[in-house]
């Protein structure tokens, strides 16, 4: 696999309409992702209070690329860390991919749109508007890399690493991924699986053969065995290295590489939390996605200083509040010691503003939870997922029953971490309180 960064060389303007493009000039101005596009426009009172004060707005990204006829073949994907929000990527006047969550990553299939060997254009559209309760930006605020890979290659967003077994004399990685051939003929591939120790030696080996038919997908899975295992914690937080290959004879066709923690989670009532056998009692705090003046871009170094701050102010732990947080401060958690309550959604199906991801969760929620389990599961801060915070649902049988799907549905593809729900009591129930109150009972509204 080729990964190369491409946040570089990209152009934003306001977005309009297609008749109003006729004969006006160029507004673009350059920018670097990640890039908050909504944090340079001038606020108003007369604009939401729960936003910061700024507008709604549509904004549209644009850059060109050369694509060398080499690629003709391959699998060219986009990887977006996340878009705020409602984003839809063009290629070449294409529509490729969309995605209306802000938070949850996604990838854009590039090559049915491609001219080889010719410059090429992709589009990025997003909007806000009345649809978040704190200030959400807008834009492509977190990291964009593009990724070429051969027909025969690793579902990288599928990638998984666990220690189901764990002690002080021995630990067990399995690594588990599909492999895609995209091709029209069978093949018959290595895949090979290094282990790296924190000091930087190799700690375990495997290969194995795998066998894909045409257009056609294969689960892998390896087990390693690594003795005398250096444990990840929240004051020793050692990781290792997993490098896994696709290799056709001395042929490397595809690589990624991960960093892994070796730990043990368990949680009772009667000892709580223990990880590697000690007890831990949480520190915690709820934390927003945006990095104050910065807006919400997601620049690597500011997502590390928020989580180097919180553990030097004696933190252990943190809440993403109420949304996947970005790849970066996950990486810095792993890094430094932080544990990660993942959290998925702020809203389900009732709305707590206007036009806010309730009119997308019905459609979305199961690849947006996908999406985000898929990528943090491999994460050795992350210990919980919650999926949800103070969804109104919760007190009815059928949000109830929601709430246990989506619940089922994290486990089916971790069954590692635990699973909870920020659940408030009083929202749950607000209205039996308003109809038994009176709907003047609390005033006038002014927004959730």
């Known amino acids: 696999m080729t990964a190369l960064n491409f946040n570089d060389d990209w152009s934003v303007a306001p977005q309009i309409s297609l008749f109003a493009k006729l004969g006006g000039a160029d507004v673009s101005t350059a920018v670097t992702l990640p890039h908050d596009a909504l944090i340079s426009t001038p606020r108003a009172p007369e604009n939401r209070g729960k936003g910061g004060y700024f507008p709604s707005a549509a904004f549209q990204y644009s850059k060109r690329f050369d694509v060398p006829e080499e690629w003709r073949g391959k699998h060219v994907t986009l990887h977006f860390d996340g878009a705020y929000r409602d984003a839809m990527v063009y290629v070449n006047d294409a529509l490729a991919a969309n995605r209306p969550n802000g938070y949850a990553p996604f990838d854009a299939v590039l090559d049915p749109y491609l001219r080889f060997g010719e410059s090429n254009a992709v589009r990025v559209d997003v909007r806000t508007h009345d649809d978040s309760r704190w200030y959400a930006g807008a834009g492509i605020y977190r990291d964009v890399r593009l990724e070429v890979r051969e027909p025969v290659h690793i579902r990288a967003s599928q990638l998984q690493v666990r220690t189901p077994t764990v002690d002080d004399e021995l630990a067990t990685f399995e690594v588990a991924f599909p492999v895609d051939n995209l091709s029209g003929e ?54 290792y290295q997993a490098r896994i290959e696709l290799r056709d004879g001395d042929t490397t066709l595809d690589a990624n590489t991960l960093r892994v923690g070796v730990r043990t989670v368990q949680l009772d009532p009667r000892r709580g939390l223990r990880i590697n056998g000690v007890p831990l009692k949480l520190r915690g705090a709820c934390i927003h996605h945006d990095n104050g003046p910065l807006g919400a871009a ?124 920020g659940i408030n009591g009083f929202v749950s129930v607000i209205d039996d309180v308003v109809k038994m109150m009176g709907a003047g009972a609390f005033g006038e509204a002014s927004g959730t």
């Open 298 to 421: 997601a620049f690597g170094d500011a997502e590390f200083r928020k989580i180097r701050l919180l553990k030097e102010a004696g933190f252990n732990a943190i809440r993403s509040s109420h949304n996947p947080i970005s790849e970066a401060m996950l990486d810095a958690c792993d890094e430094l010691g932080m544990i990660v309550m993942d959290e998925s959604f702020d809203v389900w199906t009732v709305q707590k503003s206007s036009f806010d991801y309730s009119v997308s969760f019905s459609d979305w929620w199961e690849r947006d939870l996908e999406a985000m389990v898929f990528r943090d599961r491999t994460h050795a801060s992350v210990l919980f997922y919650s999926i949800g915070n103070e969804i109104p649902e919760t007190g009815d049988r059928f949000g109830a029953s929601l709430g246990r799907r989506m619940a089922e549905k994290v486990r089916s593809l971790d069954p590692d971490r635990f699973v909870t729900n």
């Open 186 to 239: 069978t093949r018959t591939v290595d895949a090979r699986v290094v282990l790296i120790a924190p000091d930087g030696q190799q700690a375990a080996e495997a290969v194995e053969p795998v066998t894909v038919l045409p257009r056609a997908c294969a689960d892998v899975r390896i087990r390693l065995y690594v003795e005398a295992p250096e444990r990840w914690s929240v004051d020793h937080p050692r990781l």
